[in-house]
């Protein structure tokens, strides 16, 4: 379905980005991956990725900054010759009540998870927009639609994802190329293993299917959005969240 695209995907050295890695190299997708330093996480998802027979390259990269994103982007396009699908899945997580959160709490969530979305989305928009079916997939989460105490930094920077997604499908949408955010709920990873039990334990209670995502669920819908059989869906945000948020 990915036959010969090439794609980026942030933070696929572990949890939902690596997932999505290799379902699109499992459709055929060279994958371009970007991590933040676990660098054995990064060289396992490399030697999965090439067991596909696809080209496949890990850089290090601070979504964060800019520089360091310009010239990861750039490295990049000259690798692989072109860019077609942008997943923008790196985040963080530093959760604490509003009259707990610092500064630092509140501006390196935003940094890392909005700003590294637009940075990313920047560097590359120019190659995706030659791409006959350019995509960009932003990885927003159900609490930057509902809200979330104790994520106060990170709600934020999941909505302003979504607005995001709203403004490059319109001012891309001349050029055949499509923005779509997803938006999960609890899906199991490093990043929810560390929930604390209460919170774990209210799974069964507020999501109507019992029980936790798969990043497997989550990378489905991304090769779908990735795809040609998404072509005519843009500017949207699509929930998976086992019912979480009807
Ligand atoms: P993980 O914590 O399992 O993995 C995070 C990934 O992001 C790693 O590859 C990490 O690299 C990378 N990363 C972190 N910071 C940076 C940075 N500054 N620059 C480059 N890469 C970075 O996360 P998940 O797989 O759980 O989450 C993936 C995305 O999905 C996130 O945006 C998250 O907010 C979102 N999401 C997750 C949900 C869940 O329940 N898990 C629910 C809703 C949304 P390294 O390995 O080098 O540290």
Redesign the pocket.
């Known amino acids: 379905m990915l036959k010969n695209k090439t794609a980026v995907v942030?933070?696929?050295?572990?949890?939902?980005?690596?997932q999505i890695a290799l379902q699109f190299a499992e459709n055929g997708a060279n994958i371009a991956l970007?991590?933040?330093?676990?660098t054995a996480?990064?060289e396992e998802t490399l030697s999965r990725l090439r067991e596909y027979g696809v080209k496949a390259e890990a850089y290090r990269?601070?979504?964060?900054d800019w520089n360091e994103t310009k010239t990861a982007c750039e490295t990049i396009i000259k690798e692989f010759g072109a860019v077609d699908i942008l997943v923008n899945?790196?985040?963080?997580?530093k959760d604490q009540l509003l009259l707990r959160m610092n500064e630092d709490e509140f501006d390196s969530v935003i940094e890392?998870?909005l700003k590294?979305a637009f940075n990313m989305t920047k560097h590359l928009s120019r190659s995706i927009m030659k791409s006959s079916s350019g995509r960009f997939i932003n990885?927003?989460?159900?609490?930057g639609i509902t809200g979330n105490p104790g994520q106060a930094n990170?709600s934020a920077a999941?909505a302003g994802m979504l607005g995001l997604t709203k403004t490059v499908a319109k001012e891309f949408a001349a050029k055949g190329v499509t923005c779509n955010a997803i938006a999960?709920?609890?899906?199991e990873?490093?990043?929810?293993e560390n929930l604390p039990k209460s919170v774990k334990e209210q799974v069964d209670a507020v999501v109507p299917l019992k029980r936790m995502g798969k990043?497997a669920e989550v990378a489905n819908l991304a090769v779908f959005l990735a795809s040609d059989l998404s072509s005519y869906i843009t500017g949207e945000i699509i929930k998976i969240d086992g019912g979480m948020c009807i």
């Open positions: 942030t933070g696929a050295s572990r949890g939902i980005g690596r970007i991590y933040a330093g676990n996480a990064a990269c601070d979504v964060s899945n790196a985040g963080i997580i890392t998870n590294g990885i927003s989460s159900v609490s990170y999941k999960p709920g609890f899906i990873t490093d990043m929810t990043t």
